[in-house]
């Protein structure tokens, strides 16, 4: 009798939902929202939502910034999907994530490939070539980030903002830079110069003032004789002599790779890029 109940309650049970997941999803609870996604595959791993919550489980770590897990997620969709809709879409979302991610090499390879790919769709199209844009704006090339934003001009969902970024990214050419190599070369001529090459006085002089003295060090043990200690302190100087040398290199890059952060940054607050990295 137990066992023809249970069979009952069963039978009558509703198939399992992803509205509550989906509801997780857009209350930016995305890690509830993956063990929801889960458990519907779990329970129905054929069910009519199932490409849905395969989908939602890579950007639900894609929007958590958990990118190489989204990555991984979307290229097992890829290998494994039979629908070439469906690889489509996981392909450029695996392609997205790595951009995040900070990838710019492997995302623009495989942008490239989506972007004449025709089982994409003329949106999803679209979406691969702004995506690339940014791929090679943030790889630090902006005259292909430029062409491939005019490329993007006439989409009906980012062709206003792909157009503004073509314009924008000419700033790009514009930002303040230092060249490493001068500064190195300042510092050796005259130690702490690069500093002030790169706008640090304050290091400057503490670079100059350190390395004068125990210049003045040196001489004044050697014109004693007192090699011993003249040996000391030239060992000494060599390393403050060194290292103004390679604390100016390592500031100009420190420099540049600021400059180009903030750039970036900013373009990133005012276009919202990460709004293309998910969705149907």
């Known amino acids: 009798m137990i066992a023809l109940l249970s069979l009952a309650l069963s039978a009558a049970a509703p198939p399992p939902s992803v509205a509550f997941a989906d509801h997780l999803y857009d209350t930016g609870d ?12 779990f329970e129905d791993p054929a069910g009519d939502a199932a490409a849905h919550a395969q989908i939602r489980i890579g950007q639900s770590y894609l ?13 097992t969709i890829a290998e494994q999907s039979r629908d070439p809709a469906l690889r489509g879409l996981a392909r450029l979302d695996a392609a997205a994530a790595r951009s995040r991610g900070g990838e710019q090499d492997l995302a623009v390879q495989e942008l490239l490939e989506l972007v004449p790919d025709p089982a994409l769709s003329p949106a999803l199209r679209d979406r691969a070539t702004y995506l690339l844009g940014w ?16 490329a993007a001009a006439a989409s009906p ?51 100059i003032a350190w390395n004068g003295l125990f210049g003045f060090g040196v001489y004044d043990a050697a014109a004693h004789r007192l090699w011993g200690i003249a040996s000391v302190l030239g060992v000494l100087e060599a390393m403050w002599y060194g290292g103004a040398i390679f604390g100016s290199v390592s500031g100009a890059h420190k420099f540049d790779r600021d400059a180009w952060r903030n750039y ?9 890029w990460r709004s293309a990295t998910v969705g149907p």
């Open 264 to 272: 970036t940054d900013g373009l990133e607050e005012e276009h919202d």
């Open 30 to 41: 995305y890690y509830r929202a993956i063990g929801e996604y889960e458990r519907y595959l």
């Open 157 to 207: 969902d980012w062709g206003r903002e792909a157009r503004a970024l073509a314009s924008e990214a000419e700033g790009a050419k514009r930002l303040p830079h230092r060249s490493p190599l001068l500064a190195g070369l300042l510092s050796a001529v005259l130690p702490g110069a690069g500093y002030f090459y790169l706008g640090e006085p304050g290091t400057g002089l503490a670079a």
């Open 135 to 150: 791929a090679y704006l943030l790889g630090h090339d902006p005259d292909l980030a430029i062409r491939t934003f005019g």
């Open 63 to 75: 929007r958590g910034e958990r990118f190489p897990e989204a990555a991984a997620h979307f290229d």
